[in-house]
C-alpha cells in the first residue's frame, strides 16, 4: 500500500516565524549601531506665532550631550522641502553642548502649521522629534513669485569673517603658547544670546575648532577662559 508523508505542521510552522521573523520593518525606525548617548535639548517646540506668507523663520535649537559616548548625528530632515534643518556633522562629546538651525520658508504656506523635524543619532530610540508651530496669513504678495531674499549679516569692524563653504565653515581660535596645558572652558552666543555651543577643554593642546557652516548669517561671540584668567570675548561672523 503507497503511503505519502505529510509535511510537519510543526516544521512548517517554524518555517513561517522564521520567515515572518527575516522580514523587513515597514516603517521602523533603524537601530542605533554601537554604543548609545543621551541628547537632551533646552527646547524641542518653537512657536513663530503668526506671520505673513513668504516670511522665513530661523530657530536655533540648543542641546546637550549628557550622556557618556560621543553623540554623532546622522541625519536631520524636515516634514517638507519648506523646512530645512542644518546641523553639526563632527560628534558631540559627552558634556558638550551644540546646536542646530531649521529655516521654515512661508511661500505658498497659509493657515495653522506644525513643521516637524526627524534628527537620527546613536540615541535610545535612534530618532527625535523638533517641531515649529504658528499660523501663516495671507500676504500682500502671496499670489506673486518673488525670491526671497534674507538680509546681509552686519559686520563688526572688530570681527573677523567666516563664509560657511566647503573650504571655509570652521572657526578656529588660536591659543597662545601660555594657554598649553591649561584648561578652559568655550561658550559660543549669538548677537541675541543664544548659545549655539559650550566645550571644556582639560588642557589645550593647540588651536580650538568649531563647525559653524550651520549657524544663522549673524555676528557670534565666543567667550574664552584659559584656567583661572578673566574670560576673553572675541567676535566673529559669519557670513551667507
Not at 505673513?52 to 530632515?77: C, H, K
Request: charged content about 20%; glycine content about 8%.
Amino acid at each position: 500500500m503507497k503511503t505519502t508523508s505529510k509535511p510537519s505542521v510543526w516544521l512548517i510552522a517554524v518555517l513561517l516565524s522564521f520567515l515572518a521573523f527575516n522580514l523587513p520593518g515597514q516603517g521602523l525606525p533603524p537601530a542605533a549601531a554601537g554604543p548609545t548617548t543621551i541628547m537632551e535639548f533646552e527646547a524641542m517646540e518653537y512657536d513663530f506665532g503668526t506671520i505673513e506668507e513668504g516670511t522665513v523663520v530661523s530657530q536655533v535649537y540648543t542641546f546637550t550631550n549628557t550622556g557618556d559616548e560621543p553623540l554623532i548625528l546622522s541625519n536631520a530632515r524636515g516634514s517638507c522641502g519648506c523646512t530645512v534643518p542644518q546641523w553639526p556633522h563632527e560628534p558631540i562629546l559627552p558634556g558638550e553642548t551644540a546646536s542646530l538651525t531649521v529655516e521654515f520658508n512661508s511661500r505658498n504656506k497659509q493657515g495653522k502649521r506644525v513643521q516637524k523635524v526627524t534628527l537620527t543619532a546613536n540615541t535610545d530610540p535612534p530618532q527625535t522629534f523638533l517641531y515649529l508651530k504658528g499660523e501663516v496669513m495671507p500676504g500682500e504678495d502671496a499670489a506673486s513669485d518673488i525670491a526671497i531674499e534674507k538680509p546681509a549679516a552686519e559686520i563688526s569692524p572688530d570681527c573677523f569673517a567666516i563664509y560657511p563653504n566647503p573650504t571655509a565653515e570652521i572657526l578656529k581660535l588660536k591659543m597662545e603658547e601660555s594657554s598649553l596645558g591649561q584648561p578652559a572652558t568655550i561658550a559660543i552666543h549669538s548677537k541675541a544670546g543664544q548659545l549655539m555651543a559650550r566645550r571644556e577643554i582639560k588642557a589645550v593642546d593647540g588651536p580650538i575648532e568649531f563647525s559653524v557652516a550651520h549657524y544663522p548669517a549673524g555676528t557670534y561671540i565666543a567667550n574664552v577662559q584659559v584656567g583661572e584668567r578673566k574670560p576673553e570675548a572675541r567676535c566673529f561672523v559669519v557670513v551667507e
